[in-house]
């Protein structure tokens, strides 16, 4: 049972415009979202959050937007650089229980 | 601070045999978690501890698997009698609240 789900399983965008990872849930309870980057052979490390009470959340390059009624969560990152290029989870928690999409691997082109 | 710490980083074990993997949380971290990601598929949740208490089991086996988290020493994650379908990459993470996760490496296991 998929309750975090990411349809695109990959995306490349071209240095220097936008790259916009995608994200759909189920469950209505969760009250925290996250997403995370992972290059391989290594853990995945946090990126940006959002609490459920917000609707936006922006860290330099990184926004989160969260859209509540859609169950949608997206990640926008602008502008893109190389080095942005890896697999990028997103995760929703209820409870201190966190569930995981399956991962979108970004490439961006040089 | 050191980060999560996770060990060993690879594990090759025949089908059978016991795998004990172990995480050190961040100085300070009280919460660890165990994920494990199959081939193609995206972390799935196994456990949730505590010191000394596990919080949340619901996403580990039932059979085989168990995990601890002592109040001296690292998480561990054990699995008794593997088989081949065990194969995967093991990841622990810890959070010193509830919150974002600090993820360690990750300990792949390979059952031959």
């Known amino acids: 049972d998929q309750q975090v789900k990411q349809n695109s399983p990959s995306l490349s965008v071209q240095e220097g415009r936008i790259s916009i990872l995608n994200c759909d849930y189920t469950?209505?309870?969760?009250?925290?979202f996250l997403w995370y980057k992972k290059y391989p052979a290594e853990g995945p490390t946090f990126l940006i959050s959002?609490?459920?009470?917000?609707d936006k959340n922006e860290d330099g390059r990184f926004t989160v937007f969260l859209n509540k009624s859609a169950k949608h969560l997206s990640l926008h990152i602008v502008p893109s650089q190389p080095g942005d290029s890896a697999v990028y989870f997103c995760?929703?928690?209820?409870?201190?229980?966190?569930?995981f999409g399956t991962g979108t691997s970004l490439t961006v082109i040089p | 601070n050191a980060g999560v710490m996770q060990n060993p980083r690879h594990l090759v074990r025949r089908r059978g045999q016991e795998a004990r993997l172990r995480c050190s949380p961040m100085?300070?971290?009280?919460?660890v978690y165990w994920y494990r990601q199959l081939p193609e598929e995206g972390l799935k949740f196994m456990v949730y501890?505590?010191?000394?208490?596990?919080?949340?089991e619901s996403g580990m086996p039932k059979e085989r698997f168990s995990a601890e988290f002592p109040k001296e020493g690292p998480s561990i994650l054990r699995i008794q009698q593997v088989v081949r379908g065990d194969s995967a990459a093991y990841f622990c993470?810890?959070?010193?609240?509830?919150?974002?996760?600090?993820f360690g490496p990750g300990t792949r296991l390979t059952v031959t």
């Open positions: 469950n209505s309870m969760f009250d925290y």
């Open positions: 993470a810890s959070s010193p609240f509830i919150g974002e996760q600090y």
């Open positions: 959002i609490s459920s009470i917000k």
């Open positions: 995760a929703a928690s209820v409870r201190n229980q966190f569930y």
């Open positions: 501890l505590q010191k000394e208490n596990i919080i949340d």
């Open positions: 100085k300070g971290h009280s919460h």
